[in-house]
């Protein structure tokens, strides 16, 4: 799956597409993501939406880094970006740019705005934008003292704000609208600010910045951008993006751009903001941009999401026109759907209970062959050792039971999965009272197959060779947040109030079958009965879990 089906966005370009105004293969589409962070699922979306849509109707897709704001924008992050492009399918061929492309155009095109008319220097502070006096309100419009400053004065004074003559906030170039509009996008919104910031790309060879509304048309335009998809609070904009439009001097082929918007993904227990995520990382809350716990694509990749879940889950929610919340479950759902049919089995005891079958050979070792995937018969088996001494997980026993526990207790029989029926009929304990060691008897008779008496046997459970199982960390990763509407914060509290600090909860010592001891860092498996598993990329013998094995979501 590489596009959204059937949705609004398509309908409106068809209606372009009818209507003459473009033709199918020149639909042309651009996806720009702002480098100052590591994409999150919610730019996945738009990554979707964007390339998804190009490559329905045999069109292209440009990628471009949105770096007109150079504060936080550093090339580690356009380098993520484009890997994690890469890793969901998606290709921009040749079509790589940088809104810093444009600078020298955007100024331009700035510069014939004044010569219109249509833009002038300001000296009103960002302190007094804010006030009544100036910003008006429903009611009352806008006021600037300085709206009728002589072109020629503006032209003088925007030069010399290029040239880095004033300090940040002495001017901004506005553009001149309506300062009665009843959308206050359009009362002379600023379209240039000076800015004393290195640029990671430009360095120190502008202190001017264009702002995005005045860039991002211009820079849609210049690269023949047929249709500008964007999230929903950009509607208030698209006013003032068709104004730049139509007023700046440029040649649209092969038509002028159009900006349609759709929801943003909205998911519960998560975080969307790139502000509020770059604070976790910044504050030693999270291991860094690709903590497992994350929203971010390459936290989701650690975690061990495929790109192929991910654009399941996409598919699942479509494309819509009004704001939700969507269950994080849901995403839980797809992956476990996937690794359902294609992940390895594989045996895991997290808390291991040593147990001993007395009627069984010291020095024996035997092997039971067991299935890879029961959903898929190509995957074949492997063989598993026994031995008198095995591991059961602790949780498999019961020294007082609760009713109708039909796992390991005293007197009570059980199955070792794909192995022997056991008996347990003693218990060593430590000085504490603790279970020490649980000693069985087998029925050596039935093998692995039913007792010969035809006695049911209704519990099962996995083991290890206690002699043959390896060591591994497991880390048992939740929600990061117990709140499942972060973006809904009682008063007085915040994110930190509600974070789960059990949501990476370490488990050391658990034991792997040999199998599981050559396992490749970002390889999947089922850890039978426990869930689903992924070998860390950073952290040696370290097993993240997915997801759990079952859930009651039903989507």
């Known amino acids: ?51 998804g849509t190009a490559r329905k109707y045999g069109g292209k897709c440009n990628l471009r880094m949105d770096d007109t704001n150079p504060a936080k924008e550093d090339t580690e992050y356009v380098d993520a970006i484009k890997e994690d492009i890469k890793w969901l399918g998606f290709d921009w061929e040749d079509r790589f740019y940088y809104g810093s492309d444009y600078f020298e155009k955007d100024y331009e095109l700035a510069v014939g705005l004044i010569k219109k008319g249509l833009a002038y220097v300001c000296e009103l502070t960002p302190e007094q934008f804010r006030t009544p006096e100036y910003a008006g309100n ?4 806008a006021v600037s003292p300085w709206r009728d400053r002589p072109i020629e004065e503006s032209l003088d004074l925007f030069e010399r704000m290029k040239n880095g003559e004033f300090p940040e906030g002495k001017y901004t170039l506005r553009a001149k609208i309506d300062l009665a509009s009843g959308n206050f996008c359009m009362r002379d919104p600023v379209i240039y600010r000076i800015k004393y910031v290195e640029h990671h790309r430009q360095g120190t060879k502008w202190c001017i910045f264009p702002m995005y509304d005045f860039a991002h048309p211009i820079q849609d335009a210049l690269e023949g951008i047929t249709h500008s ?36 993904l909205n998911m519960t227990h998560t975080v969307m903001s790139k502000r509020y995520l770059r604070a976790l990382v910044e504050n030693g809350v999270v291991d860094g941009w690709d903590d497992p716990r ?6 989701l990749r650690r975690r061990g999401y495929t790109a192929a879940s991910i654009l399941d889950f996409i598919e699942r929610i479509g494309v819509s026109t009004s704001n939700s919340l969507v269950d994080i479950r849901l995403l839980e759902s797809c992956i476990r759907e996937e690794l359902n049919m294609k992940a390895a089995r594989r045996i895991c005891v997290q808390k291991p209970l040593k147990v001993v079958i007395d009627n069984y050979p010291e020095d024996k070792v035997e092997y039971f062959s067991v299935s890879n995937n029961p959903n898929d018969p190509e995957a074949g088996t492997r063989e598993v050792p026994f031995t008198r001494e095995l591991y059961i997980d602790a949780e498999d026993f019961a020294e007082v039971p609760p009713p109708k526990f039909f796992r390991m207790k005293p007197d009570g029989e059980v199955r070792l999965m794909g192995a022997y029926i056991v008996k347990c009929v003693s218990i060593e304990k430590n000085e504490d009272g603790s279970v020490k060691e649980i000693h069985c008897t087998a029925d050596l008779e039935a093998g692995n197959g039913n007792p010969l008496d035809g006695r049911k046997i209704k519990g099962t459970i996995h083991w290890l060779s206690a002699k043959y199982a390896e060591d591994t960390t497991l880390v048992l990763y939740s929600h990061l947040f117990t709140l499942e509407n972060v973006a809904d914060i009682p008063e007085g509290k915040t994110y930190e109030d509600y974070m789960d600090p059990n949501s990476a909860l370490r488990i050391e010592g658990a034991k792997i079958e040999p199998a599981l001891a050559n396992a490749e860092a970002g390889e999947r498996f ?16 370290t097993f993240n879990r997915i997801v759990s ?3 009651g979501f039903k989507a």
Not at 18 to 35: L, Q
Not at 138 to 141: H, I, L, R, V
Not at 294 to 299: D, N
Request: proline share 9%; hydrophobic share 35%; net charge negative.
């Open 526 to 541: 089922q850890f039978v009965r426990s869930g689903y598993f992924v070998k860390d990329t950073k952290n040696p013998n």
């Open 549 to 551: 094995l079952k859930d």
């Open 294 to 299: 994350m929203p971010t694509l390459c936290g």
């Open 229 to 264: 998809l964007c999230s929903l609070e950009y509607v208030i904009h698209r006013p003032l993006y068709n104004w730049v439009i139509e007023n700046v001097d440029l040649d649209y082929k092969p038509c002028p751009p159009r900006q349609i918007e759709f929801a943003r």
């Open 1 to 51: 799956m590489s596009e959204i089906s059937n949705n609004f966005l398509y309908e409106a370009i068809d209606e372009d597409i009818a209507s003459g105004k473009v033709k199918a293969d020149e639909i042309h589409t651009r996806f720009p993501p702002e480098p100052n962070g590591y994409l999150h699922i919610g730019h996945c979306k738009a990554m979707i939406i964007d390339f």
């Open 138 to 141: 429903t009611t009352t419009p």
